[in-house]
């Protein structure tokens, strides 16, 4: 009977192995998100938002996987340009959130301080991003841009947000 | 006829609520938590702001803006994800996720401690229109704390 035992749990192990199925990665692209901060604008933190549709049921059919599959996802890069050709000057930092019907709003890139004179900055993305993919399968996301600006205006302020997500899958 | 008249005049005004609301008010109610907020040590004060359905609070003063040690502006140096510890400390949300759950309460969301880098479970509850009862806890309510908040400009001033 040990033996019988002895030989069939190392089966076992791997027939749950390969029912867990092969974890595969993907790459998501968001495309560009204009994010608005209404005027009048103070110095200081002020917040800027707007609404992505991920859409990515979509992009999971054309990979022949579907949302169930996803199991994690994280955004590994963040970029935040300027507006219609303007620069970024007059930001100080900037930090980018996702907030969804989903679950709790996420932080997920930082950027302190902005350089002077860009036209498109790279920011750091956040290490853990537990929430990220119960977010991306709302079919709305509410992106949110924590801005410091360095001076008071009267008008609105435009900036376009655009993330590369890692998804993580179990087929 | 002086009957009929009379109805005709006076339907229009019995249609028209006896309390019309303050013009002050905001048409809903959870709306009530929105402005900028004092915590009771004075350190700091917090603007909540609506986003999406939900509320959140983030810094927008500092009574001491910049670290004692490097000089510069306070970053958010305890954060648990080393990644975003170069956060400023102005415009960190601290306040986040919060529903509107009951008459003058607002349940469902964290306060994050950035003194130590924790979050906690919070509830608000608002005791009158400028006095905001925070209470802060891990797990069971009863075993939280409590701050008293206090809205910087008044209403009613």
């Known amino acids: 009977m040990i033996s019988f035992c002895k030989f069939i749990s190392p089966l076992l192990a791997i027939a749950l192995l390969s029912a867990c199925g092969t974890p595969e990665t993907l790459v998501f692209e968001s495309g560009p998100v204009t994010l608005t901060a209404e005027g009048p604008l103070f110095e200081g933190s002020n917040t800027a938002q707007g ?24 955004v590994v890069a963040a970029h935040l340009d300027a507006f219609e050709g303007g620069n970024l000057n007059g930001i100080r930092s900037a930090s980018l959130s996702v907030a969804s019907e989903a679950g709790d709003m996420e932080q997920v890139a930082v950027l302190n301080p902005v350089p002077p004179d860009q036209q498109r900055v790279t920011l750091t993305t956040a290490t853990g991003q537990k929430a990220l993919a119960a977010h991306l399968k709302q079919t709305s996301v509410t992106v949110v841009a924590d801005l410091d600006l360095d001076a008071d205006s009267e008008d609105d302020r435009h900036v376009i947000g655009t993330f590369t997500i890692e998804l993580q899958l179990a087929r | 006829m ?9 339907l229009p005004l019995l249609l028209i609520q006896p309390f019309p609301p303050s013009p002050n008010a905001p048409a809903n109610e959870g709306d009530n938590l929105i402005g900028v907020w004092e915590p009771s040590n004075g350190r700091a004060r917090v603007k909540v702001e609506k986003i999406g359905a939900k509320y959140y609070g983030k810094i927008v003063w500092l009574r001491e803006p910049n670290d004692p040690v490097t000089g510069a502006p306070k970053v958010d140096k305890n954060n648990p994800d080393e990644a975003l510890r170069s956060t400023p400390l102005r415009g960190y949300r601290i306040l986040k996720d919060f529903v509107h759950t009951g008459k ?31 209470r802060g806890y891990i797990g069971v309510k009863a075993l939280g704390r409590t701050d008293v908040w206090k809205r910087l400009q008044t209403k009613g001033q």
């Not at chain 2, 009957?3 to 005049?9: G, K, Q, V």
């Open chain 2, 104 to 134: 003058n309460e607002w349940s469902e969301g964290t306060i994050y401690d950035p003194e130590n880098g924790s979050t906690y479970s919070c509830v608000i509850t608002m005791k009158d229109d400028n006095t905001l009862d925070i």
């Open chain 2, 2 to 10: 002086m009957r009929s008249l009379t109805l005709t005049l006076l």
């Open chain 1, 51 to 74: 609404t992505w549709a991920p859409g990515l049921d979509e992009f999971l059919q054309a990979h022949g996987a579907a949302l169930d599959q996803v199991r994690a996802a994280k």
